[in-house]
């Protein structure tokens, strides 16, 4: 990892694929991943970590199940939110998003459990596959 300032929107510029996060730095254990989103992901449950979401762009939109039911928390441009371990959620950006998120290294953006995965992502890291 660089030693130097990472400008966001530099690194949000270099690439266009949709769900698909690149890491941009470390911290101790942790990846900081940016994404360009739009559209619906998948649901998903990640077991043993919280996932952590900043909107640097956009809006972004997380479908929660939890145990006393559903609901979506919006968040505009500059919010953060935790999707608490084990909790079942989809996120989705009706006109489009960049957002950064924080998880442990080698945390599979389609979590540990989830829906059946579209032709194309990768099965393994939720990545969005070329063409």
Same mark, same amino acid.
Request: proline share 8%; hydrophobic share 35%.
């Given at each position: 990892?660089?030693?130097?300032? @990472?400008? =966001? %929107?530099? #690194?949000?510029?270099?690439?266009?694929? !949709?769900?698909?996060?690149?890491? *941009?730095?470390? $911290?101790?254990?942790?990846?900081?991943?940016?994404?360009?989103?739009?559209?619906?992901?998948?649901?998903?449950?990640?077991?043993?970590?919280?996932?952590?979401?900043?909107?640097?762009?956009?809006?972004?939109? @997380?479908? =929660? %199940?939890? #145990?006393?039911?559903?609901?979506?928390? !919006?968040?505009?441009?500059?919010? *953060?939110?935790? $999707?608490?371990?084990?909790?079942?959620?989809?996120?989705?950006?009706?006109?489009?998003?960049?957002?950064?998120?924080?998880?442990?290294?080698?945390?599979?953006?389609?979590?540990?459990?989830?829906?059946?995965?579209?032709?194309?992502?990768?099965?393994?890291?939720?990545?969005?596959?070329?063409?």
């Amino acid at each position: 990892m660089s030693n130097e300032p @990472i400008l =966001l %929107r530099q #690194a949000l510029a270099s690439f266009d694929a !949709l769900w698909s996060p690149r890491i *941009v730095t470390r $911290v101790n254990d942790y990846d900081v991943r940016i994404a360009k989103v739009e559209g619906e992901h998948i649901w998903h449950v990640h077991d043993t970590t919280d996932e952590f979401f900043l909107v640097v762009d956009g809006e972004l939109h @997380i479908s =929660l %199940r939890e #145990a006393d039911g559903e609901r979506t928390v !919006l968040l505009p441009q500059g919010a *953060v939110f935790t $999707v608490p371990r084990g909790t079942e959620h989809r996120p989705y950006a009706p006109s489009g998003a960049a957002i950064l998120m924080f998880e442990p290294t080698g945390t599979p953006s389609v979590g540990d459990r989830h829906d059946e995965i579209p032709d194309h992502v990768d099965s393994t890291t939720g990545h969005a596959l070329p063409g």
